[in-house]
């Protein structure tokens, strides 16, 4: 038996003379288990919203993205490596696009846009269908040539597939001089009619103009082997295989994944997790400074029990460690329950739903996502957090 822990379960758990040690341990503990639970639940609701952009993100991003190796903006791939793409029996498709920013016009409003030129097909191998508010998933209306526009642009501009006004695009002419007394004509400019509205995420929407490739390559006046990427669709797109296949054809080609094509956005994901974490963890810290209170109590309370244990040989040492296994048991109590109920609670949000978003949202109830990551960091942390309150605490007795 260790004579230590028995003897902290013993104080944790006996009824103390001065009840107010047993009111403030009791608040150490639930505070423990509250911030705990709280741990878990914010996370786990922070991985759901994650979850939901980055499964947004990846129906229009592709599995993998070559670029230029050089880091240009546009490059000319070599037709036999993705001719040897599109054979590999690992990939579904293939696909160039060419990507810049436009002037866009409509009904006398005006914006910039990000534009993105897919082959035709696009919009059938694609998953965007099921983002389209308005209109169709089309880069087409019979054979004339259609755009698809992101919803906070097309809200700024006023767009409806619709109405008959056309969208203009305009992008300098590379042979032309620019006219200070008009620009406008120093532009070229193509003609399209808002075929769809989509809603992907906030920033994507914002900019967001797709239109078939041939449309941005006379806009831009770029030849028809000139791209900004090439987009490759996996058959297995998890991100093992996706891994995999990226290391195959590493030293033949740049590509990236998901992630990397979208870097900024999911390390700024990284970040803000990071700060709750933090900013919790801190929360939770100022709660367990009720233990060393508690301690500092029970330690005066047992000066008779401290003294008959030196007595019969107890050394000061093994006092102090006494003390630190009761402060820790206090904190240990807190965040079992903490992780019982905020893990129970954050399961039972992501199978039921029942905790609903106010508003018009893409989802009716508060995303969760709970990974075992967290649920283990979340234990280290708030257990390294009380044994260090009570390594402070009882150090405060002297042999």
């Avoid at 002419?173 to 620009?183: E, L």
Wanted: charged fraction near 20%.
């Amino acid at each position: 038996m260790n004579v230590r822990l028995f003897i902290a379960r013993r104080y944790l758990f006996a009824k103390k003379s001065h009840n107010v040690i047993n009111v403030i341990s009791a608040i150490s503990a639930i505070g423990m288990a509250i911030g705990t639970a709280a741990l878990i639940l914010i996370l786990s609701v922070y991985n759901g919203f994650d979850n939901l952009i980055e499964r947004n993100i990846s129906d229009l991003a592709p599995d993998l993205l070559m670029v230029s190796p050089s880091g240009s903006a546009k490059f000319t791939p070599d037709s036999l490596l993705t001719d040897a793409l599109a054979a590999d029996k690992r990939v579904r498709s293939v696909r160039y696009t060419l990507e810049d920013n436009v002037f866009l016009t409509y009904g006398g409003k005006q914006a910039i846009a990000r534009a993105k030129g897919v082959e035709d097909g696009f919009e059938a191998s694609a998953k965007l269908a099921g983002h389209i508010v308005e209109g169709e998933c089309a880069i087409h209306k019979g054979d004339a040539p259609a755009a698809l526009i992101g919803a906070g642009l097309a809200r700024g501009l006023g767009v409806h597939p619709r109405f008959v006004d056309q969208l203009v695009l305009y992008y300098p002419d590379k042979n032309g001089r620019i006219s200070p007394s008009n620009p406008a004509a120093s532009a070229v400019s193509r003609s399209l009619a808002p075929a769809g509205i989509l809603s992907i995420s906030t920033d994507t929407d914002a900019s967001l103009l797709i239109v078939p490739l041939y449309v941005m390559q006379a806009l831009t006046g770029s030849p028809d082997n000139l791209v900004s990427g090439v987009e490759i669709e996996l058959k297995d797109g998890s991100k093992r295989a996706v891994r995999k296949f990226k290391k195959d054809y590493a030293a033949q080609c740049t590509l990236l994944s998901r992630n990397e094509q979208q870097r900024d956005l999911f390390k700024m994901m990284q970040y803000e997790k990071a700060a709750i974490f933090l900013i919790l963890i801190f929360v939770v810290l100022i709660v367990a400074l009720n233990i060393y209170g508690s301690l500092s109590m029970l330690i005066i309370e047992k000066e008779d029990d401290i003294a008959t244990l030196n007595a019969l040989g107890a050394s000061g040492k093994m006092v102090r460690q006494i003390f630190v296994l009761e402060g820790w048991l206090i904190s240990l109590c807190g965040l079992i329950a903490g992780l019982v109920a905020g893990t129970a609670l954050a399961l039972a949000q992501q199978k039921l739903g029942f905790v609903k978003m106010p508003g018009n949202y893409m989802v009716d109830a508060y995303p969760v996502v709970v990974k075992p990551g967290d649920i283990a960091l979340t234990a280290i942390a708030v257990a390294v957090i009380g044994l260090v309150v009570a390594l402070v605490a009882a150090g405060r007795k002297k042999n």
